[in-house]
């Protein structure tokens, strides 16, 4: 069975939990800085590649209105969700990335935060390397 990586803020979901469709999921939880000034938590779940567009959708049910995104990705496609949407970007395509920047700005996010092309090879590419992450 393959599977997709999903990547959430814990700050972003509106009453601070996953939707109920993630249960079981959870692979690690850990501090980050966001703009490396704004302390949030990220959660990362390794979910079913047959059950990520559901997923995607359950998570831009739950996520505020505005400020945050979560992302779910594999080798070869990521699904962003934002409130209420969610985009779908195969790996490599830059009209996709665009679009789903001109989809976040709707929703205030900053664009330094969408740097969605580097998402393959760099798990937070707003931020400067952080060991203590990688090392757990």
């Known amino acids: 069975m393959t599977s997709m990586r999903a990547v959430v803020i814990t700050e972003g979901l509106t009453d601070g939990e996953l939707?109920?469709?993630?249960?079981?999921?959870?692979?690690?939880?850990?501090p980050h800085l966001l703009d490396e000034r704004t302390p949030i938590e990220i959660i990362e779940l390794t979910v079913p590649a047959e059950r990520a567009a559901a997923l995607a959708l359950a998570l831009?049910?739950?996520?505020?209105?505005?400020?945050?995104?979560a992302h779910l990705i594999d080798e070869t496609r990521m699904l962003v969700a934002f409130p209420r949407t969610v985009v779908d970007i195969p790996r490599g395509n830059e009209d996709a990335i665009a679009h789903a920047r001109t989809v976040g700005a709707l929703f205030d996010i900053p664009d330094d935060q969408m740097r969605f092309?580097?998402?393959?090879?760099?798990?937070?590419?707003?931020?400067?390397?952080?060991?203590e992450a990688d090392a757990r």
């Not at 831009?60 to 995104?69: E, G, I, M, Q, V």
């Not at 393959?120 to 390397?129: C, G, I, L, M, V």
């Open 117 to 131: 092309a580097e998402m393959w090879d760099t798990d937070h590419p707003d931020a400067p390397a952080q060991p």
């Open 19 to 30: 939707p109920s469709a993630f249960s079981g999921m959870e692979d690690r939880r850990y």
């Open 60 to 69: 831009s049910a739950a996520l505020k209105s505005r400020l945050y995104y």
